[in-house]
């Protein structure tokens, strides 16, 4: 049955590192002619709603105070100071950049979880050799973009990008080691999706500017739905079953993997520029990705 769930849990993983790769691209599309918060807000709100409204009506839902308090913590952090607050760096940084800048999530996981203690193992040789690489191959890219440093606007979407991802990296280790595991991953999900994106919405009110929304592109439209759909209540659920289930280290490495679909998906469709010190990264973090997933097998194995 243990074996069951984790092949479940890793097929779950491949969807996350899949489609949440394609999301970088679509959220840039959407923010070009929607107010980045309020376009997050609607997307995890209705993406919330349509699970908690599928719960109640199969009758799988079991609301307390308390599980939502639990949920609604990991909820703000990861989807919308994290998840929601990419969507306006977006709009100074390239989509490429973005995800390769959350793609040290792994990173800030495993130190997190050290510090606050969640961790008591020593961790393997292999999981800080294939952190190094992964954080390597960030580093190469952030060569390429070395020009941009001149422009405050590219500087100040870097530094937000990463409070993000620290934000992102802080929800994980609360909603692995803090959260109730008697409610359901499908009830887990849609309660940070619909905390996440109110929380988005009072964002918004103070930082969206409203007048956009009279030349709203049907291509933002379009990025919104697939957003809704496939990168809020399809991938994030499959992130959290994959969370409850793997070491959190390896749910984390989908990090690792969403830059460079992005990165692809930037190239051939945004004209985001593809270098040979690019596909050098590639390298180093898909190795980082091996070497972190071979290293936590190990720790289970003794």
């Known amino acids: 049955m243990r074996s069951n769930k984790n092949l479940l849990a890793y097929g779950a993983l491949l969807v996350v590192c899949l489609v949440w790769g394609t999301t970088y691209f679509a959220i840039r599309i959407g923010v070009e002619t929607f107010p980045p918060f309020l376009f997050a807000a609607i997307r995890q709100v209705i993406a919330g709603g349509v699970l908690l409204a599928g719960l109640a009506l199969t009758r799988n839902l079991t609301l307390t105070k308390q599980g939502i308090w639990q949920q609604a913590i990991p909820g703000v952090l990861m989807v919308a100071l994290g998840n929601g607050v990419i969507g306006w760096c977006e709009r100074y940084i390239s989509s490429g950049l973005a995800a390769l800048i959350l793609s040290l999530t792994p990173?800030?996981?495993?130190?997190?979880?050290?510090?606050?203690?969640?961790?008591k193992k020593k961790p393997h040789r292999l999981i800080i050799f294939g952190l190094s690489l992964g954080f390597l191959g960030i580093l190469l890219i952030?060569?390429?973009?070395l020009k941009d440093l001149t422009k405050p606007e590219y500087i100040t979407g870097m530094l937000i990008a990463f409070g993000a991802c620290l934000a992102w990296a802080s929800g994980s280790v609360y909603a692995k080691n803090k959260t109730s595991g008697h409610s359901s991953v499908m009830q887990?999900?849609?309660?940070?999706?619909f905390s996440?994106?109110?929380?988005?919405?009072?964002?918004?009110?103070?930082?969206?500017?409203?007048?956009?929304?009279?030349?709203?592109s049907s291509a933002s439209i379009w990025a919104l739905l697939y957003l809704i759909v496939f990168g809020s209540i399809v991938a994030y659920s499959c992130f959290v079953y994959a969370l409850k289930h793997l070491p959190i280290g390896i749910a984390s490495l989908y990090a690792y993997?969403?830059?460079?679909?992005?990165?692809?998906?930037?190239?051939?469709?945004?004209?985001?520029?593809?270098?040979?010190?690019?596909?050098?990264?590639?390298?180093?973090?898909?190795?980082?990705?091996?070497?972190i997933n071979k290293g936590y097998l190990k720790m289970t194995e003794k």
Request: hydrophobic residues 60%.
């Open 196 to 216: 996440g994106g109110v929380a988005l919405f009072f964002f918004s009110a103070f930082l969206d500017d409203y007048s956009e929304l009279e030349s709203i």
């Open 188 to 193: 887990n999900a849609a309660l940070q999706l």
């Open 142 to 145: 952030f060569r390429d973009n």
């Open 257 to 291: 993997i969403n830059p460079f679909i992005a990165i692809m998906l930037g190239f051939f469709f945004l004209k985001e520029p593809l270098t040979a010190i690019t596909l050098l990264a590639l390298a180093a973090s898909l190795s980082g990705v091996y070497c």
């Open 107 to 119: 990173v800030f996981v495993v130190v997190i979880n050290y510090v606050l203690g969640f961790d």
